[in-house]
């Protein structure tokens, strides 16, 4: 099963918004909405984000989005935050009964 | 509270074994599904395994056949025996709860080195 492809990096300013794709096959991201987001500062576990692709856990702030057209799937960052600058994984359920995570994208705050 | 605590880790030469445990609490451990999911330094996150609340179990091929994951409710605990270690194998090791598809509770992980 190969890794969902995400840019390695994206930036943005406070305030502004940023998007980040995660792209699959319809034998994953395509097939289920069962994509979900994480978002990991440096040393620390993984924290849900987002789920089922735009279902947001209780606590994460509505500046996080997510969405998916097809094999891609995406999340928004709006109203950037210091606080965001982080690195973020997403994730799908794939038909083989498993799970493949995006090769993770560092998300800095200029 | 909900947390996960891991334990086990550490170094072992190639070849060799090695059995993670994590200790559940703050929630009805019988119901849930649970994961390891692990990262190599530098790296990204890698699934390898998950049990289900009814005891089934799937794994990653980088893993199917060395590895081995398994449950103790009344211990709220979810193991990993992880056999034939290679170098690849290095990286922390977290257990992490399954709800909805995803993993929405995640323990602070332990790291494994696998190196002679």
């Known amino acids: 099963q190969s890794a969902l492809t995400q840019p390695p990096s994206v930036s943005g300013s406070p305030g502004q918004s940023v998007t980040i794709s995660c792209t699959g096959t319809s034998s994953d991201v395509g097939i289920y909405n069962r994509v979900s987001w994480y978002q990991q500062p440096p040393g620390t576990a993984p924290k849900l984000i987002i789920y089922?692709?735009?279902k947001r856990p209780s606590g994460v702030p509505d500046r996080f989005s997510g969405s998916k057209s097809g094999n891609t799937a995406s999340l928004t960052i709006s109203g950037l935050q210091a606080e965001d600058d982080s690195d973020y994984y997403c994730?799908?359920?794939?038909?083989?009964?498993?799970?493949?995570f995006g090769g993770g994208t560092k998300l800095t705050v200029l | 509270e909900l947390q996960l605590v891991e334990s086990g880790g550490g170094l072992v030469q190639p070849g060799g074994s090695l059995r993670l445990s994590c200790v559940a609490s703050g929630f009805t451990f019988s119901g849930y599904h649970m994961n390891w999911v692990r990262q190599a330094p530098g790296k990204g996150l890698e699934w390898i395994s998950y049990v289900g609340s009814g005891n089934n179990m799937w794994y990653a091929d980088s893993v199917k056949g060395r590895f081995t994951i398994s449950r103790d409710n009344a211990k709220n605990s979810v193991f990993l025996q992880m056999n034939s270690l290679r170098a690849e194998d290095t990286a922390v090791y977290y257990c992490a709860k399954d709800e909805d598809w995803a993993f929405d509770s995640w323990g602070q992980g332990t790291l494994v080195t696998v190196s002679s």
């Open positions: 994730s799908s359920f794939t038909s083989s009964t498993t799970w493949v």
């Open positions: 089922e692709v735009s």
